[in-house]
Each structure stands twice: as structure tokens, then as C-alpha cells.
Antibody, heavy 121, light 108 residues
Framework: QVQLVQSGAEVKKPGASVKVSCKTSGYTFTRNYMHWVRQAPGQGLEWMGVINPSGDSKNYAQKFQDRVTMTRDTSTSTDYLEVSSLRSEDTAVYYC??????????????WGQGTLVTVSS | SSELTQDPAVSVALGQTVRITCQGDSLRSNYPSWYQQKPGQAPVLVNYGKNNRPSGIPDRFSGSSSGNTASLTITGAQAEDEADYYCNSRDSSNNHWVFGGGTKVTVL
């Protein structure tokens, strides 16, 4: 079955960077876009951006344009999200979610289990 | 940028029907998708497109759209349906996606 397995929790200091991985299995990696979504403690879901199947095109939410980099390694079927210049407000659970689309529109399924990133001095 | 608005919370008696609404301009040109999230868990897709359910999602979950408003209806709510529900839609103007603020559903 399709699985997205994310890397473990991270604790970082303000100003540092973090790189979260999302290893996929059970489908052809290069057929689907991948989205990243985050959720601060007690808050709602926030879309961060999307990377295309070949990894050469990304579209980031305006809020994250300057600090987020999405990449993928097609040889290992793994996606990566790097967030730089971390601040306390970046403390959140970060999710990867596989994109689907057809005439019905777009949807995310499945999701990774989430990676908690804590930013604290 | 586009926004999606949801009521923060609704409650429903066990076995009754509840409708969760989502409003936004992007819904005029794109169907939404809906996600259920229980505490400490990742979101799960429950409805998408005009009214499609993934395999394993009970048929008590149904979706509809008209104009700038989309709805997720739970017909015959069960205790296990108590969760947060989020709508999501693509903004065609910039190829970005946006989530609603979420609706907490309490089953009484």
C-alpha cells in the first residue's frame, strides 16, 4: 500500500535550519506532486508549497518564499523540506501529502505521519 | 490571496445530521477536498471533488458545492466522527492551495 514515512522529531535553536524527509513507497514516485503542510500547536493546517514530479519546479506559499526549499531524490523516492532561519513561530508539526488531480479537482492522499519541529533556545 | 472560511465549532446529537460549511472565492472554480483530523493524528481525506469518498470512508460523509460555498454533511453522526474538519481548495490565480481554519465537530 502507499506509505509516506517522515523523519523523526527535531529540536533546533533560533536561526538554525531543519531538513525533514518524507520517504515514499507503494507507488511510482515520479507520477505525483508532493505538498508540504504544517500545523502549529493548537492551530489549523497551513499549506507551505508543492514540488512537481521531476523536482525541477516548486511553488511556495508567499509566506515561505524566502526560507523554504523543497527537493526530491528520485533514486530513493524521498522528498525533503528544508526551513532556514528558524524562529519560535516555526514550532509545528510538518506533514508531507501526496497530490492527486483529475476532473474532480485536487486532493491530498495519503499524508505522512508528521514531524514535530521545536524551535527553542 | 484566496481564503476559505469555516465555522470554528459545531455540535450534533448522536445519530443526527450535521453540515460543515466552507466559503471562499476559489470554490467558484474548483471543487474542495475535506480532511478529518483527530487529536495527535495526521489528517485523513474524507471527501473530494463533486462528491467522492476514498475507499474506507463511510457513506454518511457527503460533499456538495454551490457558488462560493461548499459543504460536508455527516448523516447519522457517530461518536467516532468527533474531530476537526478542514476544507482545502486550489487557487487558480496563482496555483497555490489554501485550507479553511477548521471546524471542530462535537458529537453529543
Amino acid at each position: 500500500q502507499v506509505q509516506l514515512v517522515q523523519s523523526g522529531a527535531e529540536v533546533k535553536k533560533p536561526g538554525a535550519s531543519v531538513k525533514v524527509s518524507c520517504k515514499t513507497s507503494g507507488y511510482t514516485f515520479t507520477r505525483n506532486y508532493m505538498h508540504w503542510v504544517r500545523q502549529a500547536p493548537g492551530q489549523g493546517l497551513e499549506w507551505m508549497g508543492v514540488i512537481n514530479p521531476s523536482g525541477d519546479s516548486k511553488n511556495y506559499a508567499q509566506k515561505f518564499q524566502d526560507r523554504v526549499t523543497m527537493t526530491r531524490d528520485t533514486s530513493t523516492s524521498t522528498d525533503y523540506l528544508e526551513v532556514s532561519s528558524l524562529r519560535s513561530e516555526d514550532t509545528a508539526v510538518y506533514y508531507c501529502a501526496r497530490d492527486h488531480s483529475d476532473s474532480s479537482g485536487w486532493w491530498f492522499d495519503p499524508w505522512g505521519q508528521g514531524t514535530l519541529v521545536t524551535v527553542s533556545s | 490571496s484566496s481564503e476559505l472560511t469555516q465555522d470554528p465549532a459545531v455540535s450534533v446529537a448522536l445519530g443526527q445530521t450535521v453540515r460543515i460549511t466552507c466559503q471562499g472565492d476559489s470554490l467558484r472554480s474548483n471543487y474542495p477536498s475535506w480532511y478529518q483530523q483527530k487529536p495527535g493524528q495526521a489528517p485523513v481525506l474524507v471527501n473530494y471533488g463533486k462528491n467522492n469518498r476514498p475507499s474506507g470512508i463511510p457513506d454518511r460523509f457527503s460533499g456538495s458545492s454551490s457558488g462560493n460555498t461548499a459543504s460536508l454533511t455527516i448523516t447519522g453522526a457517530q461518536a467516532e466522527d468527533e474531530a476537526d474538519y478542514y476544507c482545502n481548495s486550489r487557487d487558480s490565480s496563482n496555483n497555490h492551495w489554501v485550507f479553511g481554519g477548521g471546524t471542530k465537530v462535537t458529537v453529543l
